[in-house]
């Protein structure tokens, strides 16, 4: 036997360093040769990877929320001395489904659930399915090494009997601590960034959608096509105001002191994914039409989603679209996505009594709140934009009408 230091592979694309995002054992464990003894996250995905060994645990290299550069060392290990062997291949997470068969490990006694504070061990697709069930992990046996939740662990546990609720209201002294950590601290670090140094002002407009609407319902009852939302019109709409207002579809560069403005329009959609909030680009969106710009959209948000997105597709919008559908509410102010200028805000959509020719009758409105880069952006130019998609929507045909 012989101390081995297992470093942290290339994952691939030119990534230079990788955060640790889980750990699945913890020094003392024995461990089988080619199984997963961490996750680790990168700008595009989460990769988990393998020891290339069987052996005891050591060491490990680093906590969860640490960033390694390539090369250094992931974990030691206490492994028979034998030749030296290539590092197996990491594998991405994403692509891990329930389904996955996974080679039988040693039978071991379930673990009781874990106590208040302690993180239970569980790949990301294990994480991913309890999440979207509202299981909570720390109440579910684990049959793996070192206690891990497996994904047979969650099935039993969802198809156990559901305990009968005792009498009146207990106390619940739970507090749960989250460490920050991969996607949700970049997006912390990139929101806290993007408020302290652009200044932002918001501009809201009413917009009659009634015509919208009845044009998207008629092209919905054509059986041959997909069935479009909201958001390709708004495509098309961007893509017009902004080649009246090239100012709007522009990067600022506050250290070099330089606006960029760009012809082309790469549209960035705001997605929520379950590692928190991405905004995949719909790249050319000047080139496309209805249908393309729909299909394209949808796309690029489910890779967002499944984590697959290519590193093309997840930078280098020009301005953003962002949307809670349903539960857009009335009025939002969203954040800027730096170097960008502008980011259009979609609200949901209300019926409301409009004034029109001499009466009140039932039109269906919903408000665009956007947001502006004071610092490159006046305030006649934000309006002006917003008015020019104003006009578009209300008036969906300009939207297919060239030079309109």
Sequence with gaps: MGARSIRLPDVGEGVAEAEIAEWHVKA??????????????????????????????????????????????????????????????????????????????????????????????????????????????????????????THDDLTTFLE???????RGRAPNPAVETIKVVGLRRRIAQNMAESTRRVAHFSYVEEVDVTALEEARAALNANPRQPRLTMLPFLMLAIVKAAADFPQINAHYDDEAEVIRRFGAVHLGVATQTPSGLTVPVVRHAETLGLYEAAREMKRVTEAARAGLGARDEMSGSTITLTSLGPLGGIVSTPVINRPEVAIVGVNKIVVRPVWRDNAFAPRKVMNLSSSFDHRVVDGFDAASFIQRLRVLLEQPALLFVEGA
């Design 160 to 166: 156990a009997p559901a305990p009968q609720p005792a």
């Design 28 to 149: 003392g464990d024995l461990v089988r040769e080619d199984q997963v003894v961490c996750a680790v996250m990168t700008d595009k995905a989460t990769v988990e990877i393998p020891t290339p060994v069987a052996g005891t645990v050591l060491a490990l290299g680093g906590e969860v929320g640490d960033v390694l550069a390539v090369g250094s060392e992931l974990f030691r290990i206490d492994a028979p001395d034998l030749p030296d062997q290539p590092m197996p291949a990491p594998r991405k997470a994403a692509v891990e489904t329930p389904a996955r068969v996974e080679a039988p490990a040693p039978v071991e006694t379930p673990t009781p659930p874990r106590p208040v504070g302690e993180r239970p061990l569980a790949s990301p697709a294990v994480r991913l399915r309890a999440r979207e069930a509202g299981v909570d992990l720390r109440q579910v046996r684990g049959s793996g090494p070192a206690g891990r939740i």
